[in-house]
Nanobody, 124 residues
Framework: VQLQASGGGLVQAGGSLRLSCAASGRTLSRYGMGWFRQVPGKEREFVAAISSNGGLTNYVDFVKGRFTISRDNARNTVYPQMDRVTPEDTAAYYC??????????????????WGQGTLVTVSS
């Protein structure tokens, strides 16, 4: 599976941004998908996840009510919608696929394929 993350960029605090993660090489419809983020000097941290059929989602507390993850299995793509962003959301965002199972996993080690990351910068 090859994952291509896109949609990052510069956004003002309070604004919105929609990231995408497109897959090639294998259909994603059977896999849980997750998004993580990382800032320099810190560990990669969980942001959001969605189950294979989209029926289950998981969010870290600091994005609940602001971020929404969705997926379009026909397009083999996952979308995190980021609303009311803050400067603390500045990070490189990575999408990941959990080919071992269909659930919305929160733990990094559940994911075995990763995209290259897309940088989100939120200005104050």
């Amino acid at each position: 599976v090859q994952l291509q993350a896109s949609g990052g960029g510069l956004v003002q605090a309070g604004g919105s941004l929609r990231l995408s993660c497109a897959a090639s090489g294998r259909t994603l419809s059977r896999y849980g998908m997750g998004w993580f983020r990382q800032v320099p000097g810190k560990e990669r941290e969980f942001v959001a996840a969605i189950s294979s059929n989209g029926g289950l989602t998981n969010y870290v507390d600091f994005v609940k009510g602001r971020f929404t993850i969705s997926r379009d299995n026909a397009r083999n793509t996952v979308y995190p919608q980021m609303d009311r962003v803050t400067p603390e959301d500045t990070a490189a965002y990575y999408c990941a696929a959990a080919t071992r199972g269909p659930l919305a996993y929160r733990i990094l080690r559940e994911y075995d394929y990763w995209g290259q990351g897309t940088l989100v910068t939120v200005s104050s």
